[in-house]
């Protein structure tokens, strides 16, 4: 079954701190994972996918396959990272599943 | 290019009524799909579609039909609304099949109400 866990439905850290937001995933195979992220009244857009290795805005995330893990990190959050991020995986049907999110709050 | 556009934004449905959500993109992708996105849910796949006459059943498919007739459009069907069925819904679309990595482009969104 392919199955993505986020295991915090809120988040909330200060301006300068560093965040890390915790994906798990089940999946019997080699997954292509991304972060997807969906400011106030914006589209879903992607972040990031591990297969480019890159950091966007700051933020990055190591596939562990070991652990099923794909979390994402920040070292220095600012206010505008304030968003909805969402964890997916997409399988060999190219279907895309989510999940259920982590709705992050940077305090100044 | 407009990206995957969705009609209508808002639509507020008495229960039993049937209705159908539109979606289509201009990017020539052979996939398309809808989800329903709900507080403490997530998004959750409804049906999705790897090319013109080929679609299938996502997590939740009950109370939704779906086809493809053509590669840009993708509607979405609900045959007969129920309060459980109040949600928002995103149609995406993504590139050729069997890339897995390639990324997703979501619509706006449709905000439906069943009363």
């Known amino acids: 079954a392919q199955r993505v866990t986020q295991p915090e439905k809120l988040l909330s850290v200060f301006k300068g701190a560093p965040v890390e937001l915790k994906c798990n995933y089940s999946y019997s195979g080699s997954p292509e994972l991304f972060w997807y992220v969906q400011y106030s009244r914006q589209r879903l857009q992607l972040l990031l996918r591990?297969?480019s290795r890159e950091s966007i805005k700051g933020f990055t995330a190591d596939l562990n396959k070991g652990e099923t893990s794909f979390h994402l990190k920040k070292p220095f959050a600012q206010e505008e990272d304030s968003a909805m991020y969402y964890c997916?995986?997409?399988?060999?049907?190219?279907?895309?599943?989510f999940g259920a999110g982590t709705r992050l709050t940077v305090k100044p | 290019n407009a990206g995957v556009t969705q009609t209508p934004k808002f639509q507020v449905l008495k229960t039993g009524q049937s209705m159908t959500l539109q979606c289509a993109q201009d990017?020539?992708?052979?996939?398309m799909s809808w989800y329903r996105q709900d507080p403490g849910m997530g998004l959750r796949l409804i049906h999705y579609s790897v090319g013109a006459g080929i679609t299938d059943q996502g997590e939740v498919p009950n109370g939704y039909n779906v086809s493809r007739s053509t590669t840009e459009d993708f509607p979405l069907r609900l045959l007969s609304a129920a309060p459980s069925q109040t949600s928002v819904y995103f149609c995406?679309?993504?590139?050729?099949?069997?890339?897995?990595?390639?990324?997703?482009?979501f619509g706006p969104g449709t905000r439906l109400t069943v009363t």
């Open positions: 591990h297969i």
């Open positions: 990017m020539n992708h052979e996939y």
């Open positions: 995406a679309s993504r590139g050729p099949f069997g890339r897995s990595s390639y990324e997703q482009y």
């Open positions: 997916a995986l997409s399988g060999r049907n190219n279907d895309m599943r």
